[in-house]
């Protein structure tokens, strides 16, 4: 589906920001960059940037119009940074991208990204059906353009159901090995001496707390009895030792 | 909250790379940058990359460990690019900025990012207690590492309640206005005989459909209607030629 999404980049006056941006795209899974009367095109500049992008690059299709970018596209979102005198509805990038998302399965639709200093033109959005507004410091909302495209696509691939793959293969310990594992903590604590000073119930309560959040796997439990027996073991020389020089 | 929050950069080669880092936190409204014996700092690139974002620069707190940036810290996520041999529980930023933000509420907590070429080592990982994973293109997985930070700032920002103002004052019209423009709709096509060709309850519903989506103004009804008027008006005019002309 991100493969019927297209960029649109309007004006753009850095060469260096159109490279980012393909960089941004590629990272997120899009491929599709328009670039409507770019400044400098190609250019070494966006080359740099790209890093590795440089198939987005050599794939974009340099436009005359805004009209021409948007050509078979059935569903616009356009960026702004301002939120007066705006018409349009206004949604986050997480209400809005799950939509273009949605349009995306069937049908062309473009994200639209206007010039660096000046955002879109009334005109450029008007064409947009949605308009898009990243929510950003009141005193410093001067995004990048590229690290705009950045959080767009990333919000585009989310919607896309982008996530993590399955988890590493653990090994949580079952039941009876966990219980077994406070049992014998219990048992060594009291053997050692240390409830002398403690209430043994609220202890253990904590000592519980504890691991249930670390959920404990049944090597980690190994180890842990490993400990306790060592330190009891220990614990009996020295008491053995103890008797035996005061005998 | 977001001040309790610190953004960690481990040796950082590219000083360009911090600058970028820097207005990407602020625009966030994140502003406690920490750098781990970062290449070049302070630098030229650092500053001509903020863009604006330099007292963040000005700020950062230049140290010479990770347990020194991390000193005061009680919740540490750290960004991997990589999922193999990963014993840290891992989330994806949806699920771990959220979290940040909890432990945010109280105390200092930390986001550390490693080198742009190799990441966090292990051992700086182990001092982490979740590590976060911006799913990305299996192709092409490297962000940069200040889109990496804008990233990570607008997933906090979210998580910390940004959202968009208030809606601009909207007036949509009451039911009745919405239906006295339907009834005059109705009876205007009529008028200039275009149910002729067409099956009027079908058609109506369509057109119901589309204007519903609209969610009409008072003021748009009114444009509306007067076109209406205009309309019947107009081919009542011609009507009138029309039957003068054949008497």
Known sequence: MLNNIRVVLSHTT????????????????LRHLYLINPRHFPDPQA??????????????VVCGSIDEALQ?????????ARLRDISLEVKTPREA???????????????LFGTEMSGLTNEEMGRAQ????????PDFSSLNLAAAVQVMCYELSVAAGAGLPALAETHPAP?????????????????IGFFT????ARLMQRLRRLYARARLEQEEINILRGILSVTTEYNARLKTRYLQEHK
């Open 14 to 29: 850095h060469p260096g920001n159109i490279g980012a941006a393909a960089r941004a795209m590629k990272t997120m899974g």
């Open 47 to 60: 080359d740099a940037m790209a890093a590795g992008a440089d198939d987005v690059l050599r794939d974009a």
């Open 72 to 80: 078979g596209v059935v569903f616009t979102v356009a960026m702004t």
């Open 97 to 111: 991208m799950p939509l273009l998302q949605q349009h995306a399965a069937a049908q062309p639709v473009a994200l």
């Open 130 to 137: 949605l308009l898009a507004h990243i929510p950003a410091n």
């Open 175 to 191: 039941h009876e090995q966990v219980e077994g594992f406070f049992s014998h903590l219990e048992k060594a604590l009291f053997e």
């Open 197 to 200: 000073t403690q209430n043994p």
